[in-house]
T-cell receptor, first 116, second 117 residues
Framework: AQKITQTQPGMFVQEKEAVTLDCTYD???????LFWYKQPSSGEMIFLIY??????QNATEGRYSLNFQKARKSANLVISASQLGDSAMYFC?????????????FGRGTQLTVWP | DTEVTQTPKHLVMGMTNKKSLKCEQH?????MYWYKQKAKKPPELMFV???????INESVPSRFSPECPNSSLLNLHLHALQPEDSALYLC????????????????FGEGSWLTVV
């Protein structure tokens, strides 16, 4: 079975500062992918970044980077230079190769608030 | 902008109404999904279509009826819903259902906000 844990229900950060959103996962499958999604209050679920279990380097996409520590089973999202528009719910998710039809497992989410 | 398009954005329906949610993608993806999301919760998988065939039905009540007319379209037909069915309904797609690369990222639409009165 796969499990995603996000222990921070809410996070606050000042504009232009960096913030780290925590995510730990549990799976016995050696092949898996980790995803982060952003969901503003409008509802759209926006894909941010992907990390494969065999990737040697941490993924980066613009201001987003994924701090992947395989031995610790953590996949934290780092947002640099926060902007007011970053205020949203952030979900960590995982798909394992052995999952039924590539089922995506979500954490409970972290509500990020960026203040001026 | 999302490449998964959902209509309508908002829907209010009575418990005796019949309505449909529509989803379209033009990324050539062969897997499409319906998720239901309640406030402050993660999305919950409802249905998975792979190559236009229903592959997963997560014990969803029969008042929700999915349909995949072709590889680009996915509908969710609604009939005799209950107020507790009010939620955000998200459509999503991916290259296929096989896991293993970023190419199989699941992309979501903007969602349809459903209110049952």
């Amino acid at each position: 079975a796969q499990k995603i844990t996000q222990t921070q229900p809410g996070m606050f950060v000042q504009e232009k500062e960096a913030v780290t959103l925590d995510c730990t996962y549990d799976t016995s499958d050696p092949s898996y992918g980790l995803f982060w999604y952003k969901q503003p209050s409008s509802g759209e679920m926006i894909f941010l970044i992907y990390q494969g279990s065999y990737d040697q380097q941490n993924a980066t996409e613009g201001r987003y980077s994924l701090n992947f520590q395989k031995a610790r089973k953590s996949a934290n999202l780092v947002i640099s230079a926060s902007q007011l528009g970053d205020s949203a719910m952030y979900f960590c998710a995982m798909r394992a190769r052995g999952s039924t039809l590539g089922r995506l497992y979500f954490g409970r989410g972290t509500q990020l608030t960026v203040w001026p | 902008d999302t490449e998964v398009t959902q209509t309508p954005k908002h829907l209010v329906m009575g418990m005796t109404n019949k309505k449909s949610l529509k989803c379209e993608q033009h990324m050539g993806h062969r897997a499409m999904y319906w998720y239901k999301q309640k406030a402050k919760k993660p999305p919950e998988l409802m249905f998975v279509y792979s190559y236009e065939k229903l592959s997963i039905n997560e014990s969803v009540p029969s008042r929700f009826s999915p349909e995949c007319p072709n590889s680009s379209l996915l509908n969710l037909h609604l009939h005799a819903l209950q107020p507790e069915d009010s939620a955000l309904y998200l459509c999503a797609s991916s290259q296929d259902v096989v896991t293993g690369s970023s190419g199989n990222t699941i992309y979501f639409g903007e969602g349809s906000w459903l209110t049952v009165v």
